[in-house]
Each structure stands twice: as C-alpha cells, then as structure tokens.
DNA sequence: ACGTTCTTCTAGACCGTTCTAGTGGCATAA
DNA sequence: TTATGCCACTAGAACGGTCTAGAAGAACGT
C-alpha cells in the first residue's frame, strides 16, 4: 500500500490503471479477458485490480457491454416446484461471471407484462422465463432483442428456446395408473390463469394428454375438466365445488402438487383419503410419509439446469432455437392406491 | 405519428426532450417528478414519453441517480416461508416505482457474501436481508452505504433496521405446551450454520428461549440441543441420529417447519406419529389435514411486508435504526397432541 | 429606472465503463 | 532501403441518464 491514494470513494478503472501505468482501455481489456494483451500487463493489471479491491460497476458496464445479469421471471415464488428449478438455474450459473436475479411477477398478464419491462429497462443480458403468462406477440418481442429460454412453455418456436416436460404423456401415466386401479370418474383441475387460449401453456398440454388419453379407454363419457388456479385456495376451491357433487369422481387429476395439496385440504379432511388424488411436480412435500401424494416426476432441478445451459449457449452466440422436452416418471403413492369407490 | 422518427432502437430522454421542445434537462426533471418545471412543460414532456413509448434505462440512471431496484438477498429459496416473506415484500413495493429483485445466495457465507457484492455492484438502491449469514461488520459496512434492513436476525444495530419474530417467547410457547401435553423428554433441533457464535441469528435465540422455558420447569436434566441444517436433509438425519438413541425423546422442537418435514420423514415413517413434532413457521405444508403439524405462526407476509416499508422510509431519508419485533403464536395440531410417552 | 428575488429553463460536465480508430514499434518480405 | 503486416497499446468519443451553475424572464419593492 505505497502509493494507493486510499480515498473514500470506490475504485474504478482509471484508478487501477493509472496504479498498473497503463490505458484504461488495456486495463479494460484485461477486465473483459479479452486478447491484445501481453501476459505482463496482464499480470500488472490482475494486481492492481486486487490490490485496489476493484470490483467493475454493473451500471456502467451495461451502458456500453453487459451487465452479466441474468432475469429470471417466476409467477409464484410460493410454489415448491418453482422453487427446485431455480435452484437448477442457479447452479448452472454459478461460476459463469453472470448473476441470476429472480423477478417475482404474480400471475397476471399485466404484472408480468410489468416485470418483463423492468428486466428490460435494467438491461439484463438474458432471460429465463418460468412458464410465462405472456402472449406470443410479446415473447417474440423480448426474444429478439434479449437472449431468452421460456421453461414450462411447449415449442416449438423460433426467437426462443423452450424447456419443457412432455405433458401430454404425463397426464396419460396418470390416467393409464388410475385407471388401472379401478377408476373411471376421473376429473382433471386444469389452471384457470389469463391464456385461456394458449395451446403452449403446461395446463393445457395436460389436459389434452387427460382427455387422449380417457378416450383410448373408452372413457369419454367421464371426461370431466374443472378450472381452478394452481395453487393452495384454487385447490381447496376445486375441492369444495367437487364435493358439492351429487357424483363426485373417484380420483382427481389435479394438475399440480400445489393444487392437489388444495384438493386434499377440503376433500380429504373428514379423515378419509378419498377421492384419490394425484399431483404433479413431485414436490417435497408430495413425499412425506403422512401426505404421500402420487405425483409426475419432472425433476425441477434438471430442468432448470437444462434451461440456464441452453442461456448462457445462447449468450455465446447461438441463435437457432432448440427445444428440450424432458421425460415424465410417475411415481405412485399412498393417495391414489386406495379403494377405487 | 407526424414526426416521430420511427428508427428502430430504443427512444431516450434526447428523443424525448427533443420531440417536445424542451432540453434533456427538464425531461428529466419531468421522470423524476422534481419541482422546478412548470404544469405545462410537465404536461407536454409526459405526453412525449408516452407517445415514443419511452422507458428510461435503469443502467444509465444508475451511473449518477438511482437505479430504483431492491435487492432481497435470500438463503434459501426453497424454503416456503422465505416464500411468505417475499409475498410480503413484493406486496409492499408495489407501485412504488422500485422494482424487488430477488438473489438467491445460498447458506454459506462465503456464497451470500458474493451475492452480497454482486447487488452492490449493481448499485441496488436498498436491500432486504433475510436471515443472513454475514458477519456484524460485513453488515454494518453494507449499510453504511445502502440503506439496509435485515429480516429474521434480532436487534439492535446501528445502522440498519431488523424485523424478527420474539423468538425466546416462540420457544417458550412450544415448551410450555409440551410440557402441558406430559412431556419432559423434550430436544431442540438447531440450525448448525456457519455462524455457530453469532447470537443475533433466530436459531441462537430460539436455543435461549428453549433453554430458559426447560429450566422454569425445572426440566434442567431434560435439555438436549441437537445440531441440524434447517432443510429437509438436515431434519432427516437428525431424526436418525435421534432414532438411533438408545433413550429417544418424546418430543422435539424442531426449529423450523422445513426441519420437522425431515424429522417427520425419518422419524414417523412407520406410522406411528411419536415422538411429538412442533416446527416453526406455520407454513402451508404444516396446515395440511394430513401433516397436521403443530407450529409457531409468526406471519411471514407481514414480517416482509414490515421490512420492506421500513425499507421504503429509509429510502426517504430516515436514518435512526428502527428495530420491530413481531409476537408469535402457537398453532397446535395432531403432530403434539398424541400420547407423551 | 433599478435592484432583488423567484421561478423556469438550459448548456454542458459528469458518472464508469466499452469501443473505435488510431499510433508506434517490430519482424518479415521485396 | 521501403513496404507490409502484425501486435500491443492508447486517446478520446460514446452510452443515457443526472446534476451543477447559470441564464432569462417575470414580479415586486424602492
């Protein structure tokens, strides 16, 4: 600590510059690992950077560069299953030099239209979107300016990439397993959110995996779809409405743990663990020996994973956009192996 | 549409200024709602922004202002009632022009001291700190610079605000009601984090209350702390190593709802629901029919709803420190009200 | 008429980076 | 010798805001 003018102030570029005798734009380019310099300013630079304790300034960099940020927009941060894939996102990044930064932006249209706007105005290098309540319009918009991966969302499309689990086909385990154990009236609780008509959208991929595969059992007759938001009230809702039911189903498909756990609630609380339920998302709490929900594996942490890989290829430069559907595994439990009447 | 010069990058506040007349000087005067301009210049300024469709960009903001962006630096995502917290948080800085960003840091220091930088770096204009693993200075250093409140670690501090739940008083509640129930048996499961010695952390002050309330009942030969991560996995080995005792207890006090799953998971696996649980933080899994577990409720949306006002004054200028501490309640359930021996 | 004060507005510096368009030096080729 | 190419390095503009210092004009008192 010779010569370190220790001011108050925090270092920049310049002050490590002028303190290795160079350009700041050398001492830039070694910021960025960028080649054009010799090892030996190189290494001067690197001490000086340390000795100062210099850390670049976000703001600034992303002015011109990047910010080395990364947006990950979440509808709910109360469901588990959100939960395990930003764990996957997280440790796909770590040690990249980029930062995940979660954006809560509730389940409307219009709040994370607002979220979306915020990533953009603070000049996020990528996206990673959590089964978006957005219209198409809007993903293509955002997806050609800023590097974007929609998890939960069906392809096939061409701005972005998609992760999703292939939920058609887990909503036919669910049902071929249901049936198997004897039921016919089946019901599945579909999500009520603003894309009524979004064919891409997880709930409705589900419910046309329900409704194949109920016909290829001859079952049409009981094909029955109740809304209900996705979540602990919009299950218990569900619940209530199904048992006010002059022929309530047997066995309920309830399209995701967080509903099932609704369902459970007011369906279940007499003490008696009918009708059976069946979850998806295969959430922690699912595998408590006293909730022992059946539910679809989609391995939440994969997949997340899957998506922040697909980003940071994409922040390297890859602009044809790929798709990753990943397989489905049910897996059984107390709540859907009882008596089937 | 007669002038806007309809080029395809993103308008900013030149464009602005100069489609209504005005220098970039009130144009910014104008975003910032500062006095100095009058009606009808605002007026005019504000219907160029809205028709160029102009956001402002946070970076550049950043540079000499504000970047009206919060950062929630959180340990663990997966645990539901961060979840709670942050439904709080983002509740109370709605329409507040801030926009929250949440920052997933993990559980060791070395983990949320680089989230830590990674928020100043991104020059956050105030930060929510929950249950943080850093060290006093590392925090009074942060708050020296950004106006800071932590929630989840208990008073007093100089320089930022706390919210916490009483959590001697959340203890005492559990043991007085175990006691009630015929229990002396009774172990604490506490949260073994990389800050074994700092007494400001929930679980240290949990031990207190514990400690005292078995010493009141003159249950002295009865305590028994058992180190334990505050998850799922953490709580599962806990259970083991308690199950493996040749002299188990009756029951425990978890510490934390997440670590009673764990128990629950190892210890009730074979149906019988013994020994008594009781977690803490009444989360929504604990208030299923099925689970039923007894819990301390100490209002997770409120709490963060708390923080982040307290945040939200303290960006208006407020510098005192301001220290709330929230009463918890006893929520009792199937989990301790079964046979105590 | 003049000075003072207040309000409204503006030119231009400034924030900390990146990036463009170079400069200068050295090695190699003709 | 000069031309050519390459490499390491740099001055200074640029990014899009904010903020300082001061100008211009209006209102008022003397």
């Known amino acids: 600590m010779t010569d370190t003018k220790s001011t108050g102030r925090r270092p920049t570029i310049r002050d490590v510059a002028a303190h ?22 190189r290494q001067r630079v690197e001490d000086a950077m340390k000795e100062l304790g210099y850390r670049p300034m976000a703001s600034a960099r ?31 990044v770590a040690d990249t030099g980029y930062e995940p930064l979660v954006g809560p932006a509730g389940s409307t249209r219009q709040t994370q239209s607002r979220m979306l706007e915020a990533m953009r105005d603070r000049q996020m290098d990528g996206l990673v979107l959590i ?73 409705h991929v589900r419910e046309r995996g329900y409704v194949e595969a109920m016909r290829a059992h001859g079952l049409d007759e009981f094909i029955d779809v109740v809304p209900a938001e996705w979540s602990l009230e919009g299950g218990r809702r569900a619940g209530a409405l199904l048992r006010g039911r002059s022929e309530p189903p047997t066995a309920v498909h309830a399209g995701a743990d967080i509903a099932a756990f609704g369902l459970m609630t007011e369906l279940w609380s007499g003490g008696d663990r009918r009708p059976a339920l069946v979850g998806y998302d ?19 942490f994969e997949m997340g994973r899957r998506a922040a890989e697909l980003l940071l290829e994409r922040l390297d430069g890859r602009t ?5 559907v990943t397989t489905p595994e049910l897996v059984v439990r107390a709540s859907s192996t009882g008596p089937a009447d």
Request: charged share 25%.
């Open 20 to 41: 290795a005798g160079v350009s700041t734009a050398s001492a830039s380019l070694v910021l960025r690992k960028a080649p054009g310099v010799s090892d030996e300013t």
């Open 62 to 92: 992303g002015m011109r560069g990047k910010t080395f940020t990364l947006g990950v927009l979440v509808s709910d941060i109360q469901n588990p299953f959100f939960g395990m894939l930003l764990e996957g996102v997280a440790a796909a």
């Open 131 to 203: 089964a978006p309540h957005l219209r198409e319009d809007d993903l293509d918009d955002v997806a050609r300016q800023i590097p974007t991966v929609a998890v939960g969302r069906h392809g096939p499309a061409e701005l972005f990439d998609t992760v999703a689990g292939d939920d058609a086909r887990g909503s036919g385990l669910i049902v071929d397993h249901l049936v198997e154990r004897g039921h016919r009236r089946i019901t599945y609780v579909t999500h009520s959110g603003p894309d009524p008509d979004d064919d891409r959208r997880p709930e």
């Open 282 to 300: 295969n959430t922690p709490t699912a595998a408590l020996p006293t909730v022992g929900l059946s539910s679809v594996d989609q391995a939440g």
């Open 320 to 324: 044809e956009p790929r798709h990753v």
